[in-house]
Structure formats: C-alpha cells, structure tokens
C-alpha cells in the first residue's frame, strides 16, 4: 500500500491517507497475529500449506478492500471486497461505473494488486523470505497455477526467484516499450502493465484498450499476453538454459499457439462475413480478443458483446480452455485439454480393441495413471462449480447469457463476460448473493480449486 500512498501524495491526492491508514491497519494486525500465535520449529504439511493459502488470499483481500472503503469508492464493503478479490485473483471483472473518474492512487493500486496476484502473493514471500523451510514446496504447489508446478532448479525458493525475476523483466520491458515507443504517459504505460503481465485486466481507461486507439499499444499488449499465457518454466529453459527446443517442441506450447492462431482467423472471418468490417480490422479486433480472452487477461478494443454469435461463442470457449499451465493466465488450462483429448482418443480405441495398450504421453514423457486421473478429477469439479454456481446467479433473475458468463469469466478468471456483463459494462449490478458466489469462483479458480475444496472436506480436519 506505500507504493500507491506515496504515488498519490506526491500528486497531491487526499487518497494518500487513507493508504498509509489502511497499511497501518494491516501491519497491526500482521504484527498481533505474529505475536499471538505459538512459534513452532515443524515444518508446513500439506494440509496446513491448502490452509495457509487459502486463508491468506481471504485475509489479503480483506485488507486490501480498506483504502476503496475508506476513499468511498464504492458504496459498500461487499463491492470492495469484489474489487479487491478481483485485483488480486487477475480476473478483471469490476464494480467500477467510472474508472477514469477515480483518483490516480486507487486506480494504480486496483492495478498493482493484480501484478502481485499475477505470480503468487504467496510464492512472493516464499521467494524473498527463507521462513518456511521444506513447507514451501507445498505453498508454491497450492498457489501456482496449473496441473502440477514447474520445478527448474533443485530448490523450490530458487525456482520461485528465477519465476519472479522472468516476471519482473518482462514487466520492465513492455513498460519500456509502452512508454518511448507507444508514447504513453508514464502511469499509463505503468497500469498497462500491471494489467498485462499478470493477464488481469484492469485498465486506467473506461474503454479498456480501445481507449487509446493505438495499433502499437495493441501490438505490444498483445505480444506480451501471448508470452504472460505461455509457462514461465519455458520461458527459464529458453532465456536462462538457452534450449529453445525445450520451448518449440513443448506440446502444450504447440497447442496453445495453434489454438490462438485458428481462433483469430476464424473469429476475423466470420467478422468479415457478417458484419462487413474490413480484413484488416477484423483481423486487428479478432486476433486482439481471441489472445486477451485465451490468456484470461480481459482486455477489449472493441464491444465484442455486439459480434455476431459465432464470434461470442467462440471467445466464450477461449474463456473454458484458458493458457498454459504454470502462466500467469487462468481457466482450464490447454496442458489439461491436452491430456483429455488423449484420453478421449484412447478410450475410443478400447471401444473396439479393450486389449490394446495406449500410453498418454505428452512429449517424451509418459504420465502415469494417477496424473491423468488428476487432470480428470479437476475437471469434472471445475465444470461441477461451473454449473452449481450457474444455477445460483440464474435463480436471481440474470437471463442466461448473463449468468452462464459471469460464472465463466470469473472461475476462469477472464474478468469481462457476455450480456449485461460485456466488456463495456460492470458487475455492479448484481444482488449481493450473486457477488458472493461469484468471489468464491475468483478465488477457487485463481487457486485451481482442490486448494479451496479441500478445506471444506471434514476429513481434511481429521486427517493426521
């Protein structure tokens, strides 16, 4: 919170002190949690860490909701708590009526909690303080996204470092480039930023993107979506370990860019065919959206609510299948994709051969029965709250476009849906018990679910 409070002191805005209220609050309250509770020379569990990082995301967006409540930027606490939840999940999706109206201070941190949630609030720590011992290992696999964590060096800690240090190089080089070769001021290039290395969504601008109305700001964003969608462990063996073959070769990487490319052309082609727009808008618009709603960013040109209906459904299946494990991106995730079309091929061969014996491989290497039973598993619970929270937001009156796209946009963590909830308009809105349910897709989502589930099985409080 001393980053947006002294941003905003420096301009002079009124907001600074309620940030440096807020950041006393929270370090008061971190300090007497700190005392009250017992030392302990074990290590984090397994349980404890699902624990711990659940509750940790609670407890930060609870904290973080202070300076929007204390600014009154919003009406209520519930709608900050929405916000903060939000920011810190990357998913985008906002309650904000206004957003250029805002002070520079709120929207700046409203941005920044999203480059903090992009990695990990969680892993952050883990990276920079040596206090959890063995047990980081199972706080970085709670929090990082994706079917199983990318592990490139022998240690955990180091692995998470060299994660943030990619992280936070890539975040310095589109701010550079947003900034001298785009010509964006200075905070906006900033906000951007935070926006799209962390595949969020949050923008300074009411209209998103198509607010500055710039082909160089749309490339830029969108060469940086496309690297925030692709796993980071990629990214290390390419960059650090120099084995671009590692990365070229990667099936998932193969998949995702596939994916990307025909989703664009199809989605330009059927802008071109039924609304008449030119190939080079389509193509700019299509291929602009198809990466912001795959990588979950939440990014917008245009209103893509008003495209035909080939269009919107195909961004709504982007939504579904999301990026790459161990991005910085959301949803399903293609390495899960990958493995179910196997598995689906494989379970067509027995149909006619039970005999045969058809390993699921993904590359070189052979996943073993309890990986694929994983990847099963989580999507059947995936698509489970999907539909359990689905028929919530539909029994409070929503139309189903409505309803079926908040769910999507937020357990996938995409931020803006379709309907009353389109890329132009807001979830401000919705009842309060919509809220709620929508909160808790945030969160389940950003944390893969199984971490959130599990703490609610009354097993997991026996279990020893």
């Given amino acids: 919170m001393l980053f947006p409070m002294g941003w905003s002191y420096y301009y002079g805005e009124t907001v600074s002190q309620f940030f440096?209220?807020?950041?006393?609050?929270?370090?008061?309250?971190?300090?007497?949690?700190?005392?009250?509770?017992?030392?302990?020379?074990?290590?984090?569990?397994?349980?404890?860490?699902?624990?711990?990082?659940?509750?940790?995301?609670?407890?930060?967006?609870?904290?973080?909701?202070?300076?929007?409540?204390?600014?009154?930027?919003?009406?209520?606490?519930?709608?900050?708590?929405?916000?903060?939840?939000?920011?810190?999940?990357?998913?985008?999706?906002?309650?904000?009526?206004?957003?250029?109206?805002?002070?520079?201070?709120?929207?700046?941190w409203r941005n920044f909690t999203q480059w903090l949630g992009g990695m990990g609030i969680i892993t952050l720590f883990v990276a920079l303080f040596p206090l959890f011992g063995m047990g980081a290992a199972h706080l970085v696999e709670a929090e990082i996204p994706g079917p199983q964590a990318e592990k490139v060096t022998a240690r955990i800690q180091d692995t998470v470092k060299s994660l943030w240090y990619l992280y936070v190089s890539f975040s310095v080089v589109e701010y550079l480039l947003l900034w001298?070769?785009?010509?964006?001021?200075?905070?906006?290039?900033?906000?951007?930023?935070?926006?799209?290395?962390?595949?969020?969504?949050?923008?300074?601008?009411?209209?998103?993107?198509?607010?500055?109305?710039?082909?160089?700001?749309?490339?830029?964003?969108?060469?940086?979506?496309?690297?925030?969608?692709?796993?980071?462990?990629?990214?290390?063996?390419?960059?650090?370990?120099?084995?671009?073959?590692?990365?070229?070769?990667?099936?998932?990487?193969?998949?995702?860019?596939?994916?990307?490319?025909?989703?664009?052309?199809?989605?330009?082609?059927?802008?071109?065919?039924?609304?008449?727009m030119s190939i080079g808008n389509a193509f700019r618009h299509g291929t602009f959206q198809a990466v912001s709603i795959m990588t979950t960013t939440g990014f917008s040109t245009v209103d893509f609510?008003?495209?035909?209906?080939?269009?919107?459904?195909?961004?709504?299946?982007?939504?579904?299948?999301?990026?790459?494990?161990?991005?910085?991106?959301?949803?399903?995730k293609v390495s899960r994709i990958l493995v179910l079309l196997k598995y689906t091929y494989r379970r067509i061969v027995k149909a006619f051969n039970p005999q045969a014996v058809i390993p699921i491989k993904v590359g070189d290497r052979v996943l073993s029965e309890q990986v694929i039973s994983?990847?099963?598993?989580?999507?059947?619970?995936?698509?489970?709250?999907?539909?359990?929270?689905?028929?919530i937001m539909s029994s409070l009156g929503l139309d189903e476009m409505t309803a079926l796209s908040s769910v999507i946009a937020t357990i996938g963590n995409v931020g803006p849906g379709l309907g009353m909830v389109g890329?132009?308009?807001?979830?401000?809105?919705?009842?309060?018990?919509?809220?709620?349910?929508?909160?808790?897709?945030?969160?389940?989502?950003?944390?893969?679910?199984?971490?959130?589930?599990?703490?609610?099985?009354?097993?997991f409080w026996k279990w020893r």
């Avoid at 989580?378 to 028929?391: G, N, P, Q, R, V």
């Avoid at 929508?438 to 969160?443: A, D, R, S, T, V």
């Fill in 423 to 459: 890329p132009v308009l807001n979830y401000g809105f919705i009842p309060a018990v919509g809220k709620i349910t929508l909160i808790f897709c945030m969160l389940a989502g950003r944390l893969e679910l199984l971490t959130v589930f599990a703490i609610f099985a009354p097993s």
């Fill in 374 to 391: 994983g990847v099963i598993g989580m999507t059947i619970l995936y698509f489970t709250t999907m539909i359990i929270a689905f028929l």
């Fill in 305 to 332: 609510n008003s495209w035909p209906s080939f269009a919107k459904g195909a961004l709504l299946i982007l939504m579904i299948v999301g990026a790459s494990a161990g991005s910085t991106g959301g949803a399903l």
């Fill in 20 to 108: 440096a209220i807020s950041a006393g609050i929270t370090a008061f309250s971190g300090l007497l949690l700190w005392r009250l509770t017992p030392g302990s020379e074990g290590r984090f569990s397994r349980r404890e860490a699902l624990l711990f990082v659940t509750l940790g995301w609670i407890l930060s967006s609870a904290f973080s909701a202070i300076p929007y409540q204390m600014a009154g930027t919003f009406t209520g606490y519930l709608d900050a708590y929405f916000e903060a939840m939000s920011g810190y999940t990357t998913t985008g999706a906002t309650i904000l009526t206004s957003i250029e109206s805002q002070p520079m201070g709120i929207i700046l």
């Fill in 180 to 276: 001298q070769a785009a010509k964006l001021s200075a905070f906006d290039a900033m906000t951007v930023t935070f926006g799209t290395m962390p595949t969020g969504g949050f923008a300074a601008k009411n209209l998103s993107i198509g607010a500055y109305d710039s082909i160089m700001v749309e490339i830029i964003v969108i060469v940086f979506m496309v690297i925030a969608g692709i796993n980071f462990g990629l990214h290390y063996l390419l960059l650090r370990k120099r084995a671009p073959v590692r990365l070229l070769g990667n099936p998932e990487f193969k998949l995702y860019i596939g994916l990307l490319s025909g989703a664009s052309i199809l989605i330009a082609l059927n802008l071109v065919s039924v609304l008449g």
